[in-house]
């Protein structure tokens, strides 16, 4: 089995740790190394490892999101494929080496004293978000609506209504998402990819299909657009953007609606809305309504599908140059962005 098969069908298995994605962070000045294990001629436990290296590539950060792709309860192996990558990091002159897993909090109980005997310690501060909210889109369309807020599941059909038309668009089409991208992070105040890197994004997982680009228009104007991404059984909205005209058309709720069954089209049961305030739920609904700063307005659109609110483990770091490590905290961490 390849790595990204090996990927899709593994339990811990993500779409940032694929070779695709690796792939796209080395067209924006990333390095990639793929360390793996394997048992009896079988893959085991892996990894995909990133390095972005300072100008004369004396010395790198090296990042491993959502990762290793191993069962961490079988701690034998989630130890050797730790002391692997923590054995090449070094080798490229690593500052320190961050990794994300891709668990949840409650999912390995012993993941902290695993962590903290390979010499990893956690930090406040993660590349993805921590809190994001699962939906689960297994059974019928009907049970899917049942389980979203009574006034989600009337925008989706208002949006109808109201003349918005959702349909998949094409490579040349990626310039309209990246427009209305830009119209997205002016509105809300948030920093946007560049129209390059949704280009590559689209281009490099297109070919399997595993990006969906989803257009919602009214009278062939677009309003809204997002970019879906599959893997396995799960699905991921990581890139949504939508303009100022008609918005009054909910088209952006249509669209989402669309895109689940784009990725239950293709045998997904699991839809990641991917990232919303970390906070507890009780903060989360007793402020959502009176803010709008960061992520929140994001909550308030993306609580109406239903869905369980659910936390990462985070993110731990391995330090090998303490100085280094001192400037990057205080003056280099900002410069690296989520997906």
Same mark, same amino acid.
């Given at each position: ?132 909210? +699962?939906?689960?889109? =297994? !059974?019928? %369309? /009907? ?12 925008? &989706? $059909? ?79 909205? +990581?890139?949504?953007? =939508? !303009?100022? %005209? /008609? ?12 895109? &689940? $069954? ?78």
């Amino acid at each position: 089995m390849d790595w990204d098969g090996f990927v899709a069908h593994h339990p811990a298995g993500h779409l940032l740790q694929t070779a695709g994605w690796a792939a796209l962070k080395a067209r924006f000045g990333w390095d990639s190394q793929l360390v793996t294990q394997e048992y009896g001629g079988e893959l085991t436990a892996g990894a995909q490892v990133l390095y972005r290296f300072t100008p004369g590539r004396l010395f790198c950060v090296a990042y491993v999101p959502k990762g290793p792709v191993v069962d961490w309860e079988r701690t034998g192996r989630a130890r050797s494929v730790l002391q692997e990558v923590v054995t090449q990091a070094r080798k490229r002159r690593a500052i320190f080496l961050r990794i994300e897993p891709g668990l949840l909090e409650e999912e390995v109980p012993t993941l902290s004293a695993l962590m903290h005997e390979a010499g990893f310690w956690p930090v406040d501060r993660a590349i993805q978000p921590r809190r994001t909210i +699962l939906l689960d889109i =297994s !059974g019928s %369309e /009907e049970e899917i609506l049942a389980r979203m807020k009574q006034k989600t599941r009337y925008n &989706i $059909r208002l949006a109808g209504r109201k003349g918005v038309k959702v349909r998949q668009g094409g490579p040349d089409e990626v310039s309209v998402f990246c427009s209305l991208a830009e119209a997205t992070g002016e509105r809300n105040r948030f920093g946007v990819h560049s129209p390059a890197y949704y280009q590559a994004a689209y281009a490099l997982f297109a070919p399997n299909d595993q990006v969906g680009l989803l257009l919602a228009e009214f009278e062939g104007t677009p309003l809204a657009a997002l970019m879906v991404f599959a893997l396995g059984k799960t699905a991921w909205y +990581l890139y949504g953007a =939508s !303009g100022d %005209e /008609e918005r009054r058309r909910m088209p952006a709720y249509l669209l989402q609606w669309e895109a &689940i $069954r784009w990725a239950r089209a293709r045998g997904c049961t699991q839809y990641d809305l991917w990232g919303v305030p970390d906070e507890d739920e009780e903060t989360l609904e007793a402020e959502f309504a009176g803010r709008s700063d960061g992520l929140w307005g994001v909550y308030r659109f993306k609580r109406g599908f239903g869905g369980c609110l659910v936390r990462s483990a985070g993110a731990f770091d391995r330090v090998f140059n303490r100085p280094l490590y001192w400037l990057y905290r205080r003056v280099g961490e900002s410069a690296y962005q989520g997906v």
